[in-house]
């Protein structure tokens, strides 16, 4: 592989001669734009030594006598493509050339590197090739875009192992999960007509379907984080990532688990109390999505609801002598986010809770609204949410929306009390009633306050 390099070294070397030597206009015309020249030149040498430095250490001492040439090889590829590219105006398409002849080379050296070790890897041909391309990419684009692309190759490079790892980890049913959601969001969702079914319900198949996509988005976030980069969260951050998921079965799982260890009940409250707080995080992302005007004038709100839950998450925790507890193996993601009966319950909630509002609102007025955002707050609040959020009820003001979005909440507030304190164990019965009687109290006086 020194050969190689020599073999590049010398070719650069002739070029710049040739150039220099039989055309004077060479010097001329890079003079002008000399501060570019430097720039990428030293950002391609640099970052392909760099690279080739990591390939270098990352790769075991036995199979090193396989790879293609040192960090200086890939320093001289990004050399040789930098003046081939700069001398595209003397001879047409010679970078073409180059790249052609480098692809040859690396042929020559692939087919050698299997016979040798049966090594049927192509990483380090693709690295070369996109290393000769770097001054090519930085000419093309942005700076900071070509800088982003090198980053990316560069963050390939190294975390190698770790994709080893983590693939030995992941389910086959989670990469057919990520097909069903690209297909849910990215396939379905723009071929569904934005037409209303009924006549005066203002529900459509796409305004349904991107209901389903956006509250399937935070759940799968959630699953995923739970599952794959939190897989031993403690107490409090499981409480955090099953508030995103679903505030109400994160309290029922998590107040059943309290009657199995009883020496942590303030930190099983104050888990159950998080997941009410990102609760309140996940009802403001998805007015801020549906209904921006809205979300404006929910704002300070939903900022005083979060506070005050966290506050009150944070004594209750600190409250506790005990020491944190483990919960790696909490089945609080007990579903996938992405199941089609989920989807299905969710989409005939939002088509009843459609007619429901719209009748009610016709018959008996904000009182009805009053009472029907109460009594959804027993069942699962987000259909009649992003149903009040999305539709466009001529009878329904943004004041009607946001004390019926309070009073939803509220209601579903109690109801987690209620689960906490029927299903919890015995010793976290004190830290829910503060906890959620605080909340709830200021949940309700934002209701009144709006």
């Known amino acids: 592989m020194v050969f190689l390099d020599s073999i590049l070294f010398i070719i650069i070397k002739c070029d710049i001669w040739i150039r220099i030597n039989h055309h004077p206009r060479f010097m001329n015309q890079i003079i002008p734009d000399i501060g570019a020249c430097v720039t990428q030149l030293l950002i391609s040498v640099g970052f392909a030594f760099l690279i080739g430095m990591e390939i270098y250490t990352k790769t075991p001492e036995e199979s090193r006598p396989y790879l293609f040439g040192t960090e200086r090889t890939f320093a001289f590829l990004a050399l040789l493509g930098f003046v081939l590219l700069r001398s595209e105006n003397l001879v047409p398409h010679i970078f073409v050339a180059g790249f052609v002849s480098i692809t040859f080379l690396l042929l020559v050296y692939y087919f050698q590197k299997v016979r040798n070790s049966d090594n049927h890897g192509i990483t380090i041909i693709i690295l070369a090739l996109l290393i000769y391309a770097f001054p090519l990419i930085l000419q093309q684009f942005p700076l900071w875009f070509s800088l982003l692309i090198i980053t990316i190759v560069m963050t390939l490079v190294e975390v190698k192992d770790r994709v080893k790892e983590f693939l030995k980890k992941v389910y086959t049913d989670d990469f057919i999960t990520l097909a069903k959601f690209v297909f849910l969001s990215g396939v379905i969702l723009p071929l569904v ?6 006549p005066d319900i203002p529900v459509s198949p796409y305004k349904l379907w991107l209901a389903i996509v956006v509250i399937s988005s935070i759940s799968y976030l959630s699953y995923i984080l739970k ?26 799982i998590i107040a059943k688990k309290s009657k199995e260890k009883t020496d942590a009940p303030a930190h099983y409250a104050a888990a159950i109390l998080a997941a009410t707080s ?21 704002l300070p709100y939903f900022l005083i609801l979060i506070a005050a839950s966290t506050i009150v998450t944070f004594f209750i925790y600190r409250s506790a002598a005990d020491k944190p507890v483990a ?36 018959y008996y007025g904000h009182g009805g609204l009053s009472v029907l955002s109460l009594i959804v707050g027993v069942t699962d609040i987000d259909p009649f949410l ?21 009073q939803a909440i509220a209601s579903n507030n109690i109801l987690k009390m209620a689960y906490a304190l029927t299903l919890g164990d015995k010793g976290i019965r004190k830290y829910i009633v503060i906890g959620f009687s605080i909340i709830i109290a200021v949940n309700v006086a934002m209701a009144f306050l709006v």
């Open 278 to 298: 990102l609760m309140f995080l996940r009802v403001f992302i998805l007015v801020a999505i549906f209904n921006p005007t809205l979300s404006i004038h929910l």
């Open 386 to 406: 992003l149903n009040m959020f999305q539709g466009k009820y001529a009878d329904i003001t943004i004041a009607m929306i946001s004390v019926a979005t309070f």
């Open 327 to 362: 919960v790696s193996n909490e089945p609080v993601m007990h579903q996938n986010p992405l199941e089609l009966r989920v989807a299905l319950v969710f989409g005939v909630l939002y088509v009843v809770f459609s007619l429901l509002t719209k009748y009610i609102m016709q």
């Open 227 to 252: 599952k794959y980069v939190f897989p031993n969260a403690g107490l409090i951050l499981t409480g955090i990532l099953g508030g995103l998921y679903s505030s109400t079965a994160t309290t029922f």
């Open 193 to 198: 007509p934005d037409k209303e079914i009924i």
